[in-house]
């Protein structure tokens, strides 16, 4: 059994910042993605950031520049900095990986971006 768990987001003023957290565990054997990803009330789920093992961090357009992703493979954790957050921002952030061979996603943090 492998989880995904995430911890971080809640409401954040325009221009604020904040930091969203994943922790993977369980049977794990190897981690090859892991990365960040939302979905905004009536929109598809987009990716924000991945970052492979022992790879370097891809971000979408619409966060490059005011986000940063680091992942920390003994822990097998990765965290998602995000800062100049705007209103388009508000969705529901999930962690993804790819965990022996298969794609787990958490159950996703609210982050709200409203003043």
């Known amino acids: 059994q492998v989880q995904l768990v995430e911890s971080g987001g809640g409401l954040v003023q325009p221009g604020g910042s904040l930091r969203l957290s994943c922790a993977a565990s369980?049977?794990?054997?190897?981690?090859?993605?892991m990365g960040w990803y939302r979905q905004a009330p009536g929109k598809q789920r987009e990716w924000v950031a991945v970052?492979?093992?022992?790879?370097?961090?891809d971000y979408a357009g619409s966060v490059k520049g005011r986000s940063t992703i680091s992942r920390d493979n003994a822990k097998n954790t990765v965290n998602l900095q995000m800062a100049s957050l705007k209103p388009e921002d508000t969705a529901v952030y999930y962690c993804?990986?790819?965990?022996?061979?298969?794609?787990?996603w958490g159950q996703g943090t609210q982050v709200t971006v409203s003043s």
């Open positions: 970052i492979l093992s022992g790879g370097s961090p």
């Open positions: 369980g049977m794990i054997k190897s981690i090859n993605e």
């Open positions: 993804g990986a790819v965990i022996n061979g298969i794609r787990y």
